[in-house]
């Protein structure tokens, strides 16, 4: 079992930034696979960002088209945590933001679905 904590979210003006967190916990927590997907009203869970793991270090990342060159993801397996740094915010960021964890890597059309493990969502409001 990997049980997943997100926190950093907030409300922020557009063209602002904010900074997530996620502190993932369980035996095997080190090993999965980590990402972030969002979800706003009305509509999917989409991937947002992913970050794929092998011998302890991150080995590649990936990103929606909607949030390359503005979104950053990155790990710290000291601290098991996984971070996706937000910039240049835009209105139709607003969504739920939620911490994905898996045995497989994810690709940018991953099916929420498949999902491993999620965390509980923080809400990121952004105002224009």
């Known amino acids: 079992q990997v049980q997943l904590v997100e926190s950093g979210g907030g409300l922020v003006q557009a063209g602002g930034s904010l900074r997530l967190s996620c502190a993932a916990s369980?035996?095997?927590?080190?090993?999965?696979?980590m990402g972030w997907f969002r979800q706003s009203p009305g509509k999917e869970r989409e991937f947002v960002a992913a970050?794929?793991?092998?011998?302890?270090?991150?080995?590649?990342?990936n990103y929606a088209d909607s949030v390359k060159g503005r979104f950053t993801i990155s790990r710290d397996n000291t601290k098991r945590t996984v971070y996706l740094q937000m910039n240049s915010l835009k209105p139709e960021d607003t969504a739920v933001y939620y911490c994905?964890?898996?045995?497989?890597?994810?690709?940018?059309?991953?099916?929420?679905?498949?999902?491993?493990?999620w965390g509980q969502g923080t809400q990121v409001t952004v105002s224009s």
């Open positions: 994905a964890a898996d045995r497989r890597a994810l690709p940018s059309d991953s099916d929420p679905h498949e999902v491993d493990y």
């Open positions: 369980g035996r095997s927590a080190s090993i999965y696979h």
């Open positions: 970050i794929a793991w092998s011998n302890w270090s991150a080995i590649s990342t």
